[in-house]
């Protein structure tokens, strides 16, 4: 199955779920190897990591300060270019 992503909708959800600025949660999961790819998206931001039961995978949980709803889509788009990433 292939979905599109709707970036209004979405930027929509978050302005009527969040006042910003806020500290938002990022979840993504890849590949074991590229979880640096992953931090080097919010540097100096607090960054939790849990390797998978069979170590393929690591999901990696970023806090961070962001100012608006576009600052957060673009985090999701710069993620959406590491190889094998999922944005949860």
Known sequence: MNKTFD???????????????AL????????TGQEHEVAALLPNNSIETKSSSKG?????????M???????????ERASKIEGVISL
Do not use: C, N, R
């Open 56 to 64: 393929k995978y690591v999901s990696v949980t970023i806090q961070a």
């Open 24 to 31: 938002y949660m990022f979840k993504f999961i890849v590949p």
């Open 66 to 76: 962001m100012g608006s709803s576009g600052m957060v889509l673009d985090v999701y």
């Open 7 to 21: 970036k209004e909708a979405f930027k929509e959800k978050l302005e009527a779920q969040m006042t910003f600025p």
